[in-house]
C-alpha cells in the first residue's frame, strides 16, 4: 500500500543554518504530496504541496520538488529561524475511492537554537 | 470565519465511560475526517465523511462511531473507553485535496 517514510528526528540547528528533511513515499498511481507544520499545542496547518512530478512548492521560505525519479519531496530551508520550531510531517493524497485521504509519515521535529 | 472548531480541548475519561468529541466546521466543506495522533507517530485516519448522511472507516475505526446529520458538524463518539484510545484527536475538513485542521482533543482514558 502507499506509504511515507521521513527522517528521524529531532534536527537541531543553530539559527541562519541550512535545513533539510528527507521525505520518500511509495504510492501507486501519481499523488500529490504536502508538508504539513504542527507548533506546539497546535492542530497541523499546510505548509506547501505539490500534485505533480517536478512540481516545486513554496511558501515562508520553505521550498520542496516532487521528484518521481526518486520517489522524493525533501523539505529545505536556507535560513531557519527559532520561530520555524515546530514538528513537520509530509505527506501524500491517496485518491483510491471516494476521497483524497491523506497518508502521513511519523514527523520530525525541529530545534532551532539562538 | 473560524475554520475547524474541537471541543473539548482536554478531557480524562474512566475506562469504561464514553463520550463525545464535537468537530464543527464553518467552511461549507463536503468532506471530513477523524484522526488520531499517538506520541512520536503519524496521524491515523479513524473516520471520514464525503457528505451530510455518508461516513466511512478508515485505518483505525474499532471502538469508534461517527454520524453526519449536517455540513457542518461531525461528531466522533467513544462508546466504552479504553486505555488504548488515549491519544490527541485531530478533525479536519477538506475541499479538494487540502485539509484543514482544527487544534485538537487531547484523551487520556485511566
Known amino acids: 500500500g502507499n506509504s511515507v517514510t521521513q527522517m528521524e528526528g529531532p534536527v537541531t540547528l543553530s539559527e541562519e543554518a541550512f535545513l533539510t528533511i528527507n521525505c520518500t513515499y511509495t504510492?501507486?498511481?501519481?499523488?500529490?504530496l504536502f508538508w504539513y507544520v504542527q507548533y506546539p499545542g497546535e492542530g497541523l496547518q499546510l505548509l506547501l504541496k505539490?500534485?505533480?512530478?517536478?512540481d516545486k512548492g513554496s511558501n515562508k521560505g520553505f521550498e520542496a520538488t516532487y521528484r518521481k525519479e526518486t520517489t522524493s519531496f525533501h523539505l529545505e530551508k536556507g535560513s531557519v529561524q527559532v520561530s520555524d520550531s515546530a514538528v513537520y510531517f509530509c505527506?501524500?493524497?491517496?485518491?483510491?475511492?471516494?476521497?483524497?485521504?491523506?497518508?502521513f509519515g511519523t514527523g520530525t521535529r525541529l530545534q532551532v537554537f539562538p | 470565519n473560524a475554520g475547524v472548531t474541537q471541543t473539548p480541548k482536554f478531557r480524562i475519561l474512566k475506562i469504561g465511560q464514553s463520550m463525545t468529541l464535537q468537530c464543527t466546521q464553518d467552511?461549507?466543506?463536503?468532506?471530513m475526517y477523524w484522526y488520531r495522533q499517538d506520541p512520536g507517530m503519524g496521524l491515523k485516519l479513524i473516520y471520514y465523511?464525503?457528505?451530510?448522511?455518508?461516513?466511512d472507516k478508515g485505518e483505525v475505526p474499532n471502538g469508534y462511531n461517527v454520524s453526519r446529520s449536517t455540513t457542518e458538524d461531525f461528531p466522533l463518539r467513544l462508546e466504552l473507553a479504553a486505555p488504548s484510545q488515549t491519544s490527541v484527536y485531530f478533525c479536519?475538513?477538506?475541499?479538494?485535496?487540502?485539509?484543514?485542521f482544527g487544534p485538537g482533543t487531547r484523551l487520556t482514558v485511566t
Open positions: 479536519a475538513s477538506s475541499l479538494y485535496n487540502e485539509q484543514y
Open positions: 504510492a501507486t498511481g501519481y499523488p500529490s
Open positions: 505539490a500534485t505533480k512530478a517536478d
Open positions: 505527506a501524500l493524497s491517496d485518491s483510491t475511492g471516494d476521497t483524497d485521504k491523506l497518508i
Open positions: 467552511m461549507n466543506h463536503n468532506y
Open positions: 465523511s464525503v457528505g451530510a448522511g455518508i461516513t
